[in-house]
């Protein structure tokens, strides 16, 4: 396991513990037009397929170097440890907000291109 797993692992199990303590479950509520909602369950390896998704985006046009390296530094900042639990620094809650708000857009627009009912 190489150092970016490691980082996506704790980042992963962080952001899940952040999502318990602000909804007290592990689902995300989509509101939809005409007072309908849509549920999408988060778990570790949802939250693991969208980081996969962030470091595909961020090694974008990037050799294999650059990439990995900025995938590091960007997942070394958005973890902090106090004395008992691993924690979503603001960056972290940035990365990981973002791609819950990407999943929330396209669960919105394929609502309304009649995609789910």
């Known amino acids: ?5 490691t980082y996506r692992r704790r980042i ?13 479950g592990n689902l995300l509520i989509i509101k939809l037009p005409d007072n309908k909602i849509e549920t999408v369950e988060v778990n570790e ?3 693991n397929q969208l980081l996969l998704r962030f470091e595909g985006l961020t090694r974008g046009g990037l050799n294999r170097y650059e990439g990995d390296s900025t995938i590091k530094n960007a ?3 958005a973890i902090e440890i106090n004395k ?10 940035l990365i990981i907000d973002e791609l819950l708000s990407e999943v929330v857009d396209y669960v919105k627009k394929k609502h309304a291109s009649g995609g789910i009912n």
């Open 1 to 5: 396991m190489n150092i970016i797993d």
């Open 12 to 24: 992963s199990n962080a952001a899940l513990a952040r999502l318990q303590r602000k909804t007290g």
């Open 45 to 47: 390896h949802f939250i």
């Open 75 to 77: 997942y070394q900042n």
């Open 84 to 93: 008992h639990t691993e924690y979503l620094t603001d960056s972290g809650k």
